[in-house]
């Protein structure tokens, strides 16, 4: 994975040659890609963990922003108490560019999410490249919409993070047949009386939210795993399964609407990056 990400650093679309303006949790991180600028904020631990440099690379929901989430005093409690640094990813327009979305199809945007794709390649080189995060202990999240964009991440970049943990949120209908990436460790998180991205969906505009038990069945069948076992984590009831090589496909629920609580990612993070974690 690393000679992946150096050569992406490379030959990829982020201008290298000359240093880039500072950047952090105040100002944006700026990425060229291809001739359209995304941007990203970033916080790093004043503390960090003895362990290489963690990253939760967060995404956020419907019209929401970087800036939002870096004002988001939880989610900075978490990231410092488990001494990793904060990302947070922000969208082109008010959503994730991502097939099925209602917007997809205006302005030039292409179905397959090839462009978010591209956003999402270029942001870890950066981060990686630029502020030494480790490519091996960055976790991939997102509430609602930013669920979403998670959950197309884990099917088409699996190799590129250690785990996801999609919040209230999954693919937009039709829920793909398979994934084209490699088989990854992934915790799903949702309200039982969510009513904004019900577990079954609901339409919007011309198209439907996904189907949270069809995209959990498609990738269970995908990676091979085996029978669940359930487990009472705090507030959490989950089906946790395992693979033969040890990945996890977990589905967490919780009585409750479109939310989540830092406990939540806190127990994924344990979860996907084992004992000791921090």
Not at 32 to 46: A, F, M, S, V
Not at 132 to 148: C, E, N, Q, Y
Request: net charge negative.
């Amino acid at each position: 994975m690393r000679h992946w990400i150096m050569g992406l650093v490379l030959v990829g679309g982020i201008a290298a040659a000359h240093p880039a303006p500072a950047c952090g949790a105040d100002t944006d991180c700026v990425l060229d890609i291809g001739g359209t600028e995304r941007t990203y904020r970033i916080r790093l631990p004043q503390t960090p963990s003895a362990a290489p440099m963690g990253a939760i690379l967060y995404a956020h929901g419907y019209k929401g922003s970087a800036a939002g989430a870096m004002r988001n005093k939880a989610l900075e409690a978490l990231a410092g108490e488990l001494g990793i640094a904060f990302v947070a990813a922000k969208s082109f327009g008010d959503d994730w560019m991502i097939p099925g979305v209602p917007s997809h199809t205006r302005n030039g945007v292409s179905p397959d999410g090839s462009e978010e794709l591209a956003y999402f390649d270029a942001l870890v080189a950066d981060i990686t490249g630029r502020f030494g995060i480790d490519p091996d202990r960055i976790l991939m999240t997102g509430f609602s919409a930013g669920g979403m964009v998670t959950w197309t991440l884990a099917c088409h970049r699996g190799g590129m993070f250690a785990g996801f943990a999609p919040i209230a949120g999954t693919f937009w209908r039709p829920v793909p047949e398979t994934c084209t990436s490699p088989v990854t460790s992934l915790v799903h998180i949702h309200g039982t009386e969510d009513r904004i991205v019900p577990l079954g969906g609901r339409p919007i505009a011309q198209t439907h939210q996904g189907d949270v038990p069809r995209a959990l069945a498609m990738y269970r069948d995908y990676g091979g795993f085996g029978e669940a076992a359930r487990e009472q984590r705090g507030d959490l009831d989950c089906e946790m399964r395992e693979n033969a090589d040890g990945a996890v496909l977990d589905y967490c629920a919780f009585v409750g609407g479109h939310s989540f609580r830092t406990a939540h990612l806190r127990m994924a993070w344990k979860r996907l990056m084992g004992p000791g974690g921090s």
